[in-house]
């Protein structure tokens, strides 16, 4: 008879497969990771080893414990594939001619992008489809919303923001300061146009 399977041999069954299908539509590791939260996962990297946190336990399951295709070098080799496929695909794609107004538009977005490292606003898909946006862009903005979801995620976790108590108490912290910040600034301001009252004033007198 055979050996009924334990529930720990088929939560890594459930975890391979979930990883499979984030590989299958990753083209980086910031992607998989965002595919993978999107299924409540969150992959670690500790020391070069990869580990992977599902929703019902404390403590990550090691690519180890999972087989040699869900480390570091084999989740990287994938990727790399499916990015370099993704290139030669969207190289056979042909291009409308962009027109001038549209190059210099496009290279002022580029000078005025912020930092990969920031937090960026997600984008409205819908909308810009709408707006007769094209597949080339979508593409990109699926990604960039992607980047995003997991941008955020590392910052709150980073900065112990996932508990939703201290997540509220930061952002009244940060109300309260920019109130004070405008106060200041008004203060400041008043100042400024008293002096420029009083100048005139004495330039006024002068003549």
């Known amino acids: 008879q055979p050996t009924k399977p334990t529930k720990f041999e088929t939560d890594k069954a459930k975890l391979r497969r979930t990883i499979r299908q984030a590989l299958s539509q990753a083209g980086s590791f910031d992607e998989f990771a965002s595919l993978l939260l999107r299924e409540g996962v969150t992959v670690k990297e500790s020391r070069g080893r990869l580990s992977y946190l599902t929703p019902d336990r404390t403590k990550p399951i090691t690519a180890r414990k999972l087989g040699d295709d869900f ?18 695909q ?3 794609i042909p ?7 549209e190059r210099l538009r496009e290279e002022k ?10 937090l960026q606003r997600m984008v409205d898909r819908e909308a810009k489809r709408a707006e007769g946006k094209g597949v080339g862009y979508d593409r990109w903005a699926s990604l960039h919303n992607l980047k995003q979801m997991a941008a955020t995620h590392n910052f709150l976790m980073e900065n112990e923001l996932l508990d939703l108590d201290k997540l509220d108490a930061a952002v009244e912290s940060s ?6 910040a405008r106060e200041s600034l008004r203060g400041i301001e008043q100042s400024i146009s008293d002096k420029k009252s009083l100048r005139k004033v004495v330039n006024d007198y002068r003549r």
Request: a positive charge; glycine letters at 0%.
């Open 109 to 118: 977005t580029a000078k005025t992008a912020p930092a990969d490292n920031t």
């Open 90 to 92: 969207t190289t056979a």
């Open 175 to 180: 109300r309260k300061a920019l109130s004070e």
């Open 95 to 101: 291009e409308y001619p962009h027109t001038q107004k």
């Open 71 to 88: 480390d570091k070098a084999a989740v990287l080799a994938l990727l790399t594939q499916n990015a370099h496929r993704a290139a030669e």
